[in-house]
């Protein structure tokens, strides 16, 4: 009896040591691939705190390897001594911000309008053009971010010219909803297709009609997922460099030009790139802070039937 009693109570501590060591193991891994996601945000921003010898020697750890200075943010006119003063650079910068927050926010808005009409109807509807059919035209949508986009550069820089969108906001805003709304689609289409259709079939039972049974009825459901197609949308265009270095000049450019412009015959301005890429960064850490929950039910959704 005594053996058996001793026998289950190894058992169990066998058993609990495994349970230990499995979540351990787990937890380092989840903590190590958050240092290496986190890590290039922590070299951005300590970067623009740090002066030329600093960031020629690669020290890393602020009050300990170097003190830390406003270089960066002087040469941006943003730092405490320089906020309260006139600032061409500051000025300059203000406009790029404005025109990316005007240019992405509006390019993902209508993406996630347009995406999400496209979705509901490949998910609630059949259609039949040629030999296409839903899969074929879903995969349509998404062929189109297999183009690289330097192929698109001529055409788009021939047509712009045409239509005298050159150097214009809402130029950028067509090309950039464009460019994310077959991921807008193929994000909503799993969204509807995961909410069941009695929903609607008792709208319309009840006097509804379609639209009706859409704005009312889905919509609120799926609001989660069109949240997270916007995140990712407003992230993409956000970050969107090429085409906005091919089709603007001066008064449409946008933060990421302005980053990659940090460069000279002396080289590349490490401090204040690294100022430029932090101001650019926080809104979007800001906006994914905020609507975290709808993130998170938003990639859910998808999964749960």
Not at 69 to 93: C, H, M, N, Y
Not at 128 to 140: A, E, H, L, V
Not at 141 to 151: E, G, M, N, R, Y
Not at 222 to 231: E, N, S, W
């Amino acid at each position: 009896m005594a053996e058996q009693i001793f026998h289950d109570h190894s058992s169990d501590l066998s058993y609990k040591a495994k349970w230990y060591a499995g979540r351990a193991a787990v937890y380092g891994i989840l903590i190590f691939w958050t240092v290496v996601c986190l890590f290039p945000i922590y070299w951005t921003v300590t970067t623009s705190f740090k002066l030329a010898p600093n960031v020629m020697q690669g020290h890393m750890i602020p009050f300990v390897d170097f003190w830390p200075a406003w270089k960066g943010w002087d040469s941006l006119g943003l730092s405490p001594r320089l906020i309260g003063q006139d600032s061409t650079v500051r000025e300059e910068f203000l406009k790029r911000f404005t025109n990316s927050a005007i240019t992405s926010v509006s390019a993902s808005v209508l993406a996630v309008v347009l995406g999400s009409l496209a979705a509901y109807g490949l998910s609630r509807f059949r259609y039949k053009f040629g030999f296409m059919r839903n899969p074929d035209i879903s995969f349509f949508f998404l062929s189109q971010l297999i183009l690289p986009p330097v192929v698109l550069a001529l055409p788009f820089l021939v047509l712009y010219r045409s239509l005298d969108l050159l150097d214009t906001r809402i130029g950028l805003i067509l090309l950039y909803t464009l460019t994310v709304l077959p991921i807008v689609i193929w994000i909503m289409r799993d969204q509807f297709q995961s909410i069941p259709v009695e929903l609607e079939e008792a709208a319309l039972v009840d006097g509804l009609s379609i639209w009706q049974a859409f704005l009312t009825i889905v919509m609120p459901i799926a609001l989660p997922g069109m949240v997270a197609a916007f995140i990712l949308s407003l992230v993409l265009t956000w970050n969107e460099y090429f085409f906005a270095a091919l089709l603007t000049s001066t008064d449409a450019k946008t933060l990421p030009v302005m980053v990659a412009s940090q460069t000279g015959s002396q080289g590349i301005n490490w401090w204040a790139m690294a100022a430029l890429s932090t101001a650019a960064i926080v809104p979007l850490i800001i906006i994914g802070v905020v609507l975290e929950r709808f993130i998170i039910k938003g990639m859910a959704a998808g999964a749960v039937k």
